[in-house]
């Protein structure tokens, strides 16, 4: 009887990983094969396309599952509470201030929930250790990923994602790409400082390590990041510290005082040169930056408790600028800076804005928290617990001057980071038993969200489909096919003010003027775009709504002070209508105005408004 329990048990743990193997190797399984593709209604469906959308609800179901049938119990604890309370308070921020469905909100939330389930994976005895060295493994190896895909590009093999940097691997440029670089280096630095013990994958992850340190020494200076390098520095030096912190100390004590106060000194005037140096390197851009912060900030007194609403920067930065310009025109330092930017390049004063200091006080407890308990358990040396704490320091810094939350990948190693530190840290947990009920109603509950989620995705992503060919029925000028496409993207996704914004494109290029003005103006409380208020402006001059012409002009001119584009058709419209004297002094403004970079287009605007110049004299 006892060889028979015996060998039920064995077969149960074979069943067991066996159902194991699918729940990891989803999400990469998911990248290269197409399940859906002999389905005739989801053959718009690109699974590699549609990563983030459709693999996050598949690995859920999949958790919760294999949960059940295996009763696995779920740990939380401090750290896992606050992750959930600040995305459950994310998206009741979104629910009330926000509007419609919003697939960056659900891969924020699904981001959130991935890490805390991969977190329950670690605490089984049989195979929490291989699964911990395995995601350590991918992370280094998609490190080493970037690096071989940075180098061709550097090379010319491969064409980068922005037509400005020849540098951006997988990314659209190289700001979030160094960032993600970064971390990889730190926790390489770790693995080789702290090796681990596991016998079997020890020496591969050393070996991959190693690789990795020297691999990404040679590109991160090539992606001229300096929110990267100054996260890379932070987060090494926390894990060099860690290493050799008796000898430090033991140094220190040694160290007379007028030493210790000389080295203080040449420490302290070594950092401000580099801050000097590091300003100095692309002053443009932390001047910005910094333009960025201060009119971004006037965002954060409409809801100082609450925010104005997750992911509603985008829509409202563009309003708040423009009343900003209007203040300053007579400062040209600030028309020069201004841009229109969907993220405030510092995810906290981010967070701040959009969800106000409910939001942000959840966040940095989270942090807080996270690093104290990090610190209590760094007497067992885990290079993984190291590696990650060195990791957070470097995303963190990072998310003072970039936006590395706004980013899928980077956010989500960030909330791993997280997971992982929670896990070791040996704080006190709740239970919730796998022979339980609570268990199995909090799987239903799981998996039927997940359901609700898959089938909005998949809607969204049909959408998105439809949406993609209007825009290229519009850019290859079929314009009444475009109208009718847009028409069908807006029975789907009524709320998007891009949709929006095509159509009313879309309507006016087939002469349906007020038909357009109508639509673009809704896209208007939805949205700031400069570039929207520029097809209003030229839909109210084919009404003859010259005022409200003049006005829209002028609005996305105070949006894009710094280009040459609205100003242009400002001065063109003012031709049309008679108003010459206007149209001169716009003309004036535009020929002495910096181009910084020359192109056939700005050539030809300048072109024009001289020989506008020409004949209002």
Known sequence: MRELSRQIQKSLVIWQNLFLIPLLLTPLLSLYIQPFIEFNDLYFLNIKAHFFNVTPPLFVVLFFTYAVVYKITLHINRIDFLLLAYGLYSYLNYAVLGYGYNEILITFLLSIAIALLLKQLFSQSQFGIYIQYG???????????????????????????????????????????????????????????????????????????WFSLVAISCILPATQSRSAWIGTFAGSLLVVYLK??????????????????????????????????????????????????????????????????????????????????????????????????????????????????????LFGILLILTFRKGFQQIRTESPFLIGSMGALVSLGIAGFFSYPFEVPIIWFIFLFFISIISFLSKDKTIFVSGQSFHLKLIAVVAIYL????????????????????????????????????????????????????????????????????TVLEKASTRISDPFLYINLGNTYLKLNRVNESEKAYKKAILIIPNRLYPRYLLAKMYQQTGNLASAKTVADHIVKMPVPVSSPASRQILDEMKKLRIKTN
Not at 267 to 273: G, H
Not at 312 to 319: E, S, T
């Open 244 to 361: 050799y912190k008796t000898e430090f100390w033991a140094l220190y004590a040694k160290t007379k005082i007028a030493a210790r106060l000389g080295i203080g000194i040449a420490i302290s005037l070594l950092l401000t040169t580099g801050s000097v140096l590091l300003y100095h390197y692309k002053p443009e851009s932390v001047d910005g930056r910094a333009l960025v912060w201060r009119i971004g900030s006037g965002l954060f007194n409409q809801n100082i408790v609450f925010g104005i609403g997750f992911e509603q920067f985008k829509a409202n930065f563009g309003h708040l600028q423009s009343e900003f310009i209007e203040s300053h025109l007579n400062d040209p330092s600030l028309i020069e800076r201004a841009d229109y930017v969907p993220y405030t390049f510092n995810d906290y004063l981010q967070i701040l804005i959009e969800n106000g200091l409910v939001g942000l006080a």
């Open 135 to 209: 995601c350590f493994l991918l992370l280094i190896f998609l490190g080493l990923f970037e690096v071989v895909n940075g180098e061709l590009q550097l090379m010319g093999v491969k064409p980068s994602h922005h037509k400005l940097f020849n540098l951006t691997g997988t990314f659209m440029n190289p700001g979030p790409y160094a960032i993600f670089l970064s971390p990889v280096f730190i926790l390489s630095l770790a693995i080789i400082l702290f090796p681990p013990t596991q016998p079997v994958l020890s020496k591969l992850l050393v070996i991959t390590s």
């Open 450 to 517: 997940m359901i609700l989620v898959l089938k909005n995705e998949i809607h969204l992503i049909k959408a998105q489909a439809n949406w993609r060919n209007a825009r290229n029925l519009l850019s290859s000028r079929a314009y009444k096919k475009s109208e009718e496409a847009y028409r069908e993207t807006l029975t789907e996704l009524p709320d998007r003010p891009g949709a929006l914004l095509g159509y009313g494109k879309a309507l006016y290029m087939t002469g349906k003027f007020a038909q357009s003005a």
